[in-house]
């Protein structure tokens, strides 16, 4: 009879539940300096999360980048501040994305990098 007890109470009825995902870390202090850069000047055309979508993309051809792809995230950091400064056109590219080198100091446009670096869409 005692071991039907234990028989009984070595038994889980309850499915485990797997652990939940690490929640993502906070934005840096600069990174968030550079959201704040980028809603100014990037996210009318870029969307406020970077996706390709704000609110004047569907005026623009070709449509702005959806800046969270992860083919995208594979540039530099030295490749993403350069078309930040320069420009579409200054980098081969569109020239709709007007270049930010004489608006944005040095220091904003390594804090937009940042910024855009957290973006990056993660893994299903």
Known sequence: MAFAGLAACSRSTTPVQPAPA?????????AQLGRDVFAHYCATCHGD???GDGF???NLDPHPRDL????FQKKTDVELADTI????AGVGLSNLMPPWGRTLTERQVGEVVLYVRSLKKTAP
């Open 68 to 71: 969270s792809d992860p083919a």
């Open 85 to 88: 400064r320069r420009g579409g």
């Open 56 to 58: 004047n993309a569907y």
């Open 22 to 30: 690490p929640a993502a870390p906070a934005p840096s202090y600069e």
């Open 49 to 51: 999360t970077g996706a």
